[in-house]
């Protein structure tokens, strides 16, 4: 069979595992196409109005994949938490109910479960389970199938923590020890970016930050490269945890960052509409008036112009450039 899966949210997280599962179990996986105007166009005329555009955008995604590809199957699957008590946007758990609304004459097509990931191989084994039991999968060859989908998740996560991104985990998807060998180019500058993964990878909607970055001789890293234990202990301005994991990764991994004398400015990347962006935004101000590191917000909408973005990111590393001594790339 060819399984769909949409190029958006968690696919910049968990890919790695679900290909290893499908592949493991002889199914094709088919990748929407990587976001442009089109994708953008079909989500925003098939979304709900009141929802953020990354969740606009999957949906673009997913109808691309019933439409273009040919697909038995579409994988949605509802993320409930990714940590004991930390759980995901309601946006996000309500996907499978939202692309199926959307969707309903293909709602048959729409392949979901409920995945609770980091709590054990238990629930992993339930979840895909249930889904290799609809493609007629022996319990045998799930359970081989899910040690091979943790597998690659756990080589994913070694090639993060070395320091490659997730868009050359997905590049090299088929060879990922291969990657992991690869030395991470050092650069003259280092920038941090701090957000949601979905919002950080594509490209087209955030108009290239990193590709901009990295031309203007910038290294950089990104919040999901951080071991979880680097930041545990970052409390300031927080009564507790945040109540949404990925929220918690933005918010203390770029304060990790801002307190790291590697590390010279820090970018946040979020989606307009977004109320947990706006939450870890602003914990990051306030923190970077303790640390006089540059800050800067980019926050993705549906206008696609990168003119004013691309001013922005050359003031950014002027500033850099100025905290190292080395003078505006005018001069």
């Not at 925003?44 to 994949?65: F, P, Q, R």
């Not at 199957?73 to 692309?99: G, Q, W």
């Not at 320091?163 to 985990?169: C, D, S």
């Not at 590697?262 to 706006?278: E, L, Q, R, Y």
Request: aromatic content about 12%; charged content about 25%; some cysteine.
């Amino acid at each position: 069979m060819k399984i769909g899966v949409p190029r958006g949210l968690y696919f910049y997280v968990y890919y790695p595992m679900w290909y290893g599962f499908f592949k493991s179990l002889g199914h094709d996986v088919v990748l929407s196409v990587p976001t442009n105007k089109d994708i953008l166009n079909l989500g925003v005329s098939n979304a709900v109005d009141d929802i953020c555009i990354s969740v606009k955008v999957y949906h673009g995604h997913v109808k691309y994949l019933l439409d273009k590809r040919n697909v038995d199957y579409v994988f949605v699957p509802r993320v409930v938490s990714e940590d004991k008590y930390r759980y995901t946007c309601p946006k996000l758990a309500a996907m499978p109910d939202l692309i199926k609304s959307a969707f309903n004459k293909d709602s048959e097509r729409i392949l979901s479960v409920n995945m609770y990931m980091n709590q054990g191989k238990k629930p992993l084994l339930d979840a895909f389970g249930k889904i290799g039991e609809k493609l007629g999968a022996s319990v045998k060859s799930v359970k081989k199938a899910v040690k091979e989908a943790m597998g690659y998740q756990e080589k994913a996560v070694k090639c993060l923590r070395k320091g490659h991104n997730f868009a050359e985990i997905v590049k090299n998807i088929r060879n990922l020890d291969k990657l992991f060998d690869e030395p991470v180019k050092e650069r003259r500058y280092n920038v941090a970016l701090a957000g949601f993964p979905y919002d950080i990878y594509d490209g087209y909607m955030n108009g290239d930050v990193i590709k901009h970055l990295e031309e203007a001789n910038v290294r950089v890293v990104i919040t999901d490269m951080l071991n979880p234990k680097l930041y545990k202990h970052y409390t300031k301005y927080m009564i507790k945890d945040l109540f949404w994991h990925q929220a918690n990764v933005a918010a203390k991994g770029g304060m990790y960052y801002m307190d790291s004398k590697d590390i010279d400015g820090v970018i946040t990347v979020s989606s307009f509409n977004c109320g947990i962006g706006a939450i870890y935004e602003k914990l990051l101000d306030l923190y970077s008036k303790e640390t006089n590191k540059p800050l800067m917000h980019i926050v993705v909408d549906e206008q696609t112009g990168d003119a004013g973005l691309v001013t922005r990111i050359e003031a950014f590393i002027d500033l850099i450039r100025v905290k190292r001594g080395d003078g505006l790339v005018a001069s």
